[in-house]
């Protein structure tokens, strides 16, 4: 990662002393300067070491920016073409520029009666303004000839004004600086983006331009300047990068397009959606190619397999208050019948806020046994959430990305041991008001002295912040008007053998989900119907595995090509070819399809192994075409 190269000091704010003449010996320089190293300076207890000489002008002391600034716990960033200083403590901002008797506090231009000055290559400040302005309180005495400050710890009421929102690659940001919108291009300060992208940083040029990298790529821009380099090659750009209150306002759009991405910013919500594909996804996109596709026959046979169990809590998808009255609630119930030592489980999880109010959701596993313990010896998973409407392409892809590449992220869960009659959170996730969250998690549960366990895997919901073990409740009742997914069934994974292509041949499609031959997670088969179960036709959260035998009679080398395109609805995915991962982006039915990666047939007879994983939204999904090239 590179090293971050702000010009960026951690201090707290700091309540600033007036010194009258006399009050300690001086020696005096040029301009009425006197240098006052007797001056002993306390804050909140704690004295400070100044190592530059501590300044006195026209009676007011005056100390170097870096050491003030790091006593009292204010940030700073430093303007080197317009020499402003822009230090924020508690939520207050303070602008002071070098030799100007005038001051921005919050944005309102207020008088000084000293100005910031240079002193042999040092920034200093007047002490009695900073101090006054954030909310200090100083005490002097001349006896001692020291300055005692008291500074609060109190961070002030959030202003009523909605905070502007930004969303990077998943990461919800509540931003203390406002996006700007000039001419119809929007922009953000370019902290924002080297503060939560790894591998970049940002920093102050010589020249007063400001040099943005991000995974290696340079980016210099210059205030009020079309005139950009990126990577040291001049680019013309439509819009003006600008400086605002210290900081450099970089276009959001131009930058998203040099990186590879996408952007969405929702005006009325004050919310912008960042995303730069190489930091979000591992795998790359798929082409998309333009035309129809033939109707596909139905999959002949696909079966469960594999011991991985899957648990969907995504009904009620939407959280009412009708649908969820209470302060606490239980989403979804599985009580697990053990048939082996060790049990491997899939939960996976989708759901949509609208309760009014930010609240928590948890995975919890409750030890129904009297004398055996159990002990989660895996657990680890995923979880995006978004204010977007593009839940396919923020949470859907998101995951099956991770999944299909073995990513799913370790949890701090794993290893602990649940005693009998205990409950234990697995993982818990903050769902802000008016979001939709997706969630997959594989967890192993064992007993952990070789018996059978018994335990109920719930995923439940607090308003209130109680406690998640506490939440034993049934699950609320099914939304009966939009007939999402609940249940438990004995796989989450589903295996189907195409029948054998001989090339050559025409063009041959199947339907992956057709609702006959590998509806196989219905509401009748769950084994988890308390409250109600709804069937995964969509099979949402499954590994979906595809055999495609392939018969050679030519003798010579044939190139086999596949293509995919949606079938119930827009449809997106992630699909593995012969272990290499590839994203689907968004399909429009009858209109669109991708094109996979062409698969040579060298001997008399060959296979191909596909993986799918959906990323939501339809019950039938996707068809698989082949034909000779």
């Known amino acids: ?112 009666d000293v100005a910031p000055f240079m002193y042999k290559d040092r920034t200093y400040m007047p002490l009695r303004f900073v101090s006054e302005n954030f909310d200090g309180i100083v005490n002097w005495d001349e006896a001692t000839q020291s300055v005692d400050i008291t500074l609060s710890d109190e961070t002030p009421a959030p202003p009523q ?34 503060d939560y992208l790894a591998d970049s940083s940002g920093t102050w040029l010589p020249d007063g331009s400001f040099e943005l990298l ?40 131009f930058l998203v397009d040099a990186l590879g991405g996408n952007l969405r910013y929702i005006t009325d919500k004050k919310e912008m959606y960042i995303y730069v594909y190489r930091y979000m996804f591992t795998s790359p996109f798929l082409d998309k190619s333009f035309g ?20 969907i809590s995504d009904n009620p998808e939407t959280l009412t208050r009708k649908l969820v009255p209470l302060n606490n609630a239980t989403l979804a119930q599985y009580d697990v019948k053990s048939t082996a030592a060790t049990n491997k489980h899939r939960i996976f999880g989708w759901h949509y806020n609208t309760l009014g109010t930010d609240v928590n959701i948890g995975i919890t596993v409750q030890n129904k046994s009297t004398t055996e313990s159990i002990k989660v010896t895996d657990s680890r998973g995923i979880s995006p959430k978004t204010g977007n409407s593009w839940v396919g392409h923020d949470l859907g892809l998101t995951i099956a990305d991770a999944v299909l590449n073995n990513k799913l992220q370790k949890s701090d869960s794993s290893g602990i041991v649940i005693a009998p009659g205990e409950t234990k959170v697995i993982e818990t996730y903050e ?10 998690h594989d967890l192993d549960i064992q007993a952990v002295n070789g018996g059978k366990p018994e335990y109920t895997i719930r995923t439940v919901l607090t308003k209130d912040n109680s ?45 992956i989900s057709n609702g006959r031959t590998d509806h196989l997670q219905t509401a009748e088969n769950s084994m988890s119907q308390i409250n109600g179960s709804v069937g995964n036709p969509g099979h949402f959260g499954v590994n979906y595995k595809i055999s495609i035998p392939v018969v050679n009679p030519t003798g010579s080398t044939k190139t086999i090509k596949l293509k995919l395109a949606g079938r119930g609805g827009l449809y997106s995915g992630a699909i593995k070819v ?52």
């Open 578 to 629: 012969n272990g290499q991962v590839y994203l689907v982006p968004s399909l429009r039915v009858g209109e669109e399809y991708v094109e996979l990666p062409d698969f040579k047939v060298k001997g008399s007879k060959d296979t191909i192994e596909l993986e799918l994983m959906h990323a939501g939204g339809v019950n039938l999904p996707v068809a698989i075409y082949v034909e000779t090239k």
């Open 214 to 253: 991000i995974g290696g790529m340079s980016f210099i821009f210059k205030d009020n300047s079309n005139q950009a380099l990126i990577n040291n090659e001049a680019i013309t750009m439509i819009e003006k990068p600008f400086v605002q209150k210290g900081k450099m306002y970089v276009p959001a759009k």
């Open 292 to 311: 129809s596709t033939s109707y596909p026959e139905a999959v002949p046979s696909a079966r469960i397999e594999g011991d991985r169990d899957l648990f």
């Open 161 to 194: 004004e909605d905070p502007y929102i930004l969303h990077i690659n998943n990461k919800r940001i509540v931003m203390n600086d406002p996006i700007v919108t000039k001419d119809g291009r929007t922009y953000l300060p370019a902290s924002y983006i080297y």
């Open 1 to 112: 990662m590179f090293k971050k190269l702000r010009t960026t000091c951690i201090v707290s704010a700091v309540a600033l002393a007036t010194i009258l003449p006399g009050q300690a010996s001086a020696a005096t320089s040029n301009n009425g300067i006197q240098i006052k190293n007797n001056v002993s300076i306390t804050i909140n207890g704690e004295t400070i070491h100044v190592y530059d000489p501590i300044l006195n002008k026209s009676d007011f002391l005056l100390l170097p920016m870096r050491a003030l600034y790091e006593a009292v716990g204010a940030s700073v960033d430093w303007d080197k073409e317009t020499l402003t200083a822009s230090a924020i403590r508690n939520g207050k901002t303070v602008d002071l520029t070098i030799d100007s008797m005038k001051a921005l506090v919050d944005g309102e231009e207020v008088a000084m």
């Open 467 to 511: 406690d998640l073990t506490t939440i034993q409740s049934e699950q609320v009742a099914v939304d009966e008007y939009a007939k999402h997914p609940r249940g438990a069934w004995p796989s989450a994974s589903i295996l189907a053998e195409l029948p054998a292509y001989t090339v050559d041949s025409p063009e041959v499609g199947y339907n």
């Open 431 to 440: 769902l802000n008001y008016d979001y939709i969250i997706g969630f997959l």
